[in-house]
């Protein structure tokens, strides 16, 4: 039983040096950090966006850019192009921002909401996908709470089961889901929320996630938060417009965000999560040995 | 091999349904939620703050109230306390807001900052403390990817690893701690940050921690992200003037914040916890099963 001695022995002596324990330790030696590997990945580590699968919602500060996830929710991510291309969302507003949550948009007049034209106000709920839709699955080793495995997919973060034959898109920061009520299939996508506050993994399997905002978070994840139950507004001045909400494909070419993100069933992909589940000296004294879904990066870079 | 048959089954059952999955399923039996249980509590399951650790932040827009923990970094509570009776921090700034990261507040002067008249500019690193030093933890049940064992003591989140005799506070939302340089006993307090985003859980043991935000997290939230490297500002009109940072108990009685926690070495904290857990239906339609650290609410209540 040397093992647990040595483990024994080893408890009491850091007790009691505690405090000098980071002094006393051996340093981290140097290695690359995220931002190093990103600088050395390769053109073919990065795949740009499809302007089919991308959003533009135009706030009056900026833009934000949303990429769709079909795989994970193709009649959600279907529904919400159609709203956008019947100009649904353009002079809407943001109309919720709970701190540590969500940010919301969409219609603020909840007793007559605007009705799309064309495109559906609901649909059946896709929480989950079967397994075999997804083909890019690239899995963390890391233990997870929530999911039995975790891992990316085409640069989203997902979760799924094995057993159940199901995966689907996981509540990190910056995802993208679709309100709805207690009913499953009350959603359709005429109300889509952000996440903005630590990842509410809870949500999983509860709601539809359909994509992930890539650029412009800092324009959502600052909105002063509502004073009413949940964060919604409970005045019009603190709505903040949406000026448009457009597919990219239908924006004019030169009015485009290039943006592109890293492939994540890369080998570059690893390194960067290694670098972020084990950094190296001199700043870190202890390498963390795990990282959670949702403190993986996913690099994401603009064509200039 | 029963067991194993019965789960391929489902498997194949699912994926083929999946998509209708939440509406074949069994609902939910509704159950009490986080709020409810925080509504039938009683008197004793809830401590007041103690003013003597306590710290007011006021900003132009509201105050920030902070506890202190100085079970789990003595030295540097005492320090930050006496920064702010000497009203070292009056007139500084903040002047870091990195999304999806922290808040940062001190001296902006990197070059020349300003000097403590008695209070100490740099302490000896607390980064972790003996397990012994630790009287009020209560464990939680669920998996954890950065520590042997989570929980909470007095109120905030907490690591702990058993085998090499250590506790420290966690990083998730809310949390302040230390600004340092790469020299682990750098910090002393004239540079505090305050997570604003997922839990960087990798700062873990790396950094010292001082306290949690348990009231004004809103002002800290929302502050406009810096366009500098690390998102610090690059333009003193971006920087947030901090009126007064204040030890409560030198505040007249009359101008002192009454804020409560729940005591998380109750039974009702043990409730609170399960219901963010294991949410009741309708609106749940699966039942997470788990909470992370950093998902378990410790709620916080103003006495009016």
Redesign the interface.
Known sequence: MKAVRI?VQ???T???V??????TMKPLPPKPSVGDIVKESKPADWRALDPENTLYMDLPLGRVVIELAPTFAPNHAANIKALARENYFDGLVILRSQ??FVVQWGDPDEKNPKQPKKAKMTL?????????NDTQFTRLK?????APQVGHSNGFPVGRD?????TWLAH???MVGVGR??D??SGGGTALYVVT??????L???ITVVGRVVSG??LL?????GPAPMGFFDKPEMQVPIKAFRVAADVPEAERSKFEVMRTDSATFQKVVEA??N?GG?????A?G???L??APIPVREQK
Do not use: I
């Open positions: 483990a080893a408890a009491v850091l007790a009691v505690a405090g000098a324990q980071a002094a701190d540590n059946k709920g896709e929480f989950t996908v079967p397994l075999k890391d233990v997870d709470g929530y094995p057993k159940t034959g199901e990190c920061y910056a009520d207690a499953a299939d506050g630590q990842a509410p993994r809870q999983d399997r509860n978070m800092p994840s600052t909105v002063p938060r972020q589940r950094r001199p700043w870190t004294k202890v963390a795990h990282v959670d949702c403190n």
